[in-house]
């Protein structure tokens, strides 16, 4: 087993066992008393502060082949009430000239001291395939540590019938440090239909701009061998004067059309076989169900 696996599979383990395992109890932790936790002690903020947004647009390449990448991504959050909020996210992304387009709902409820919890449907339009995922979203706020997870129910659609269809579990998790109010690293791992990655990440606001905009960064690990590495930047729509660890926490989630996108590997660009197998006398190749081909005797 890879060192890739393991490490992917250790981290997934730990974000989910926790996340998931603990949401809904979470709002009983209790809090140390660091200045970033003070304003939640003595009172329960809404689960969306109002409504806001977030713009992104990066750059970079992937090996395997040598590629030129390109990202730019929008999310617009809503507060239904006090303890709940819903966001929609579009995205639009290309590879070496191949071009995907996706989108994503959440509807969640949260207590910004303590966790979110919600459910989250995401789908990814490419030249020739469609990626769907849709199930429960959850994330952990302990102090400057955040566990974020998203895992469920994911289906890949080809327009080429020589190329199965598939279908299986998904999931996806981050580990965010934040050394500073401003400032957010992560480590994240990924499986999409058997496609596996790691990711590290990072996030810096910058102050004194009189606006919101943060630089960001990204190099991820693929189980194929391949690599990918973003540079880019991120502006937000809301209170300019909020720090990076609250807009996270009180305002919009991550974009998940972006993180299918970036998580599904090779699976957008798969192609059937070069050459269709030789059955044999008296068979043939067919499609025995749907995207599934085998040989079959010949019927006379």
Same mark, same amino acid.
């Given at each position: 087993?890879?060192?890739?696996?393991?490490? =992917?599979?250790?981290?997934?383990?730990?974000?989910?066992?926790?996340?998931?395992?603990?949401?809904?109890?979470?709002?009983?932790?209790?809090?140390?008393?660091?200045?970033?936790?003070?304003?939640?002690?003595?009172?329960?903020?809404?689960?969306?502060?109002?409504?806001?947004?977030?713009?992104?647009?990066?750059?970079?390449?992937?090996?395997?082949?040598?590629?030129?990448?390109? /990202?730019?991504?929008?999310?617009?959050?809503? !507060?239904?009430?006090?303890?709940?909020?819903?966001?929609?996210? #579009?995205?639009?992304?290309?590879?070496?000239?191949?071009?995907?387009?996706?989108?994503? #709902? &959440?509807?969640?409820? /949260?207590?910004?001291?303590?966790?979110?919890?919600?459910?989250?449907?995401?789908?990814? #339009?490419?030249?020739?395939?469609?990626?769907?995922?849709?199930?429960?979203?959850?994330?952990?706020?302990?102090?400057?540590?955040?566990?974020?997870?998203?895992?469920?129910?994911?289906?890949?659609?080809?327009?080429?019938?020589?190329?199965?269809?598939?279908?299986?579990?998904?999931?996806?998790?981050?580990?965010?440090?934040?050394?500073?109010?401003?400032? /957010?690293?992560?480590?994240?791992?990924?499986?999409?239909?058997?496609?596996?990655?790691?990711?590290?990440?990072?996030?810096?606001?910058?102050?004194?701009?009189?606006?919101?905009?943060?630089?960001?960064?990204?190099?991820?690990?693929?189980?194929?061998?391949?690599?990918?590495?973003? #540079?880019?930047?991120?502006?937000?729509?809301?209170? !300019?004067? =909020?720090?990076?660890?609250?807009? &996270?926490?009180?305002?919009?989630?991550?974009? /998940?059309?972006?993180?299918?996108?970036?998580?599904?590997?090779?699976?957008?660009?798969?192609?059937?076989?070069?050459?269709?197998?030789?059955?044999?006398?008296?068979?043939?190749?067919?499609?025995?169900?749907?995207?599934?081909?085998?040989?079959? !005797?010949?019927?006379?």
């Amino acid at each position: 087993m890879s060192i890739l696996r393991v490490t =992917k599979a250790a981290l997934l383990a730990s974000v989910f066992s926790i996340s998931f395992g603990y949401a809904a109890t979470a709002a009983d932790l209790i809090l140390s008393p660091e200045p970033i936790a003070e304003q939640y002690v003595d009172l329960v903020l809404p689960a969306v502060s109002g409504i806001n947004g977030k713009l992104e647009i990066d750059f970079g390449g992937i090996t395997d082949p040598d590629s030129a990448t390109f /990202r730019a991504a929008g999310s617009l959050s809503v !507060p239904i009430g006090e303890r709940f909020g819903v966001q929609g996210d #579009v995205s639009i992304g290309s590879i070496d000239g191949n071009w995907a387009f996706g989108g994503a #709902v &959440h509807a969640f409820t /949260r207590d910004p001291s303590s966790y979110l919890l919600g459910v989250t449907a995401g789908v990814v #339009v490419a030249d020739g395939a469609r990626l769907a995922a849709v199930g429960p979203e959850a994330e952990l706020y302990l102090d400057r540590i955040s566990l974020e997870g998203w895992a469920g129910w994911a289906a890949i659609d080809y327009d080429d019938v020589l190329t199965p269809n598939e279908n299986g579990f998904f999931a996806i998790g981050d580990v965010a440090w934040y050394p500073t109010d401003d400032w /957010r690293i992560s480590l994240g791992g990924a499986s999409i239909l058997g496609r596996e990655s790691l990711k590290l990440a990072t996030e810096y606001q910058f102050s004194g701009l009189g606006f919101p905009l943060s630089g960001v960064g990204e190099v991820r690990a693929y189980d194929t061998g391949a690599y990918s590495f973003r #540079v880019g930047i991120k502006g937000y729509l809301g209170d !300019p004067g =909020k720090s990076l660890i609250d807009r &996270h926490r009180q305002d919009d989630p991550p974009n /998940r059309a972006l993180d299918l996108f970036s998580a599904a590997g090779d699976l957008l660009t798969a192609t059937p076989p070069d050459e269709e197998p030789q059955c044999g006398p008296g068979f043939e190749y067919v499609e025995v169900r749907e995207g599934v081909w085998d040989c079959e !005797p010949i019927l006379t």
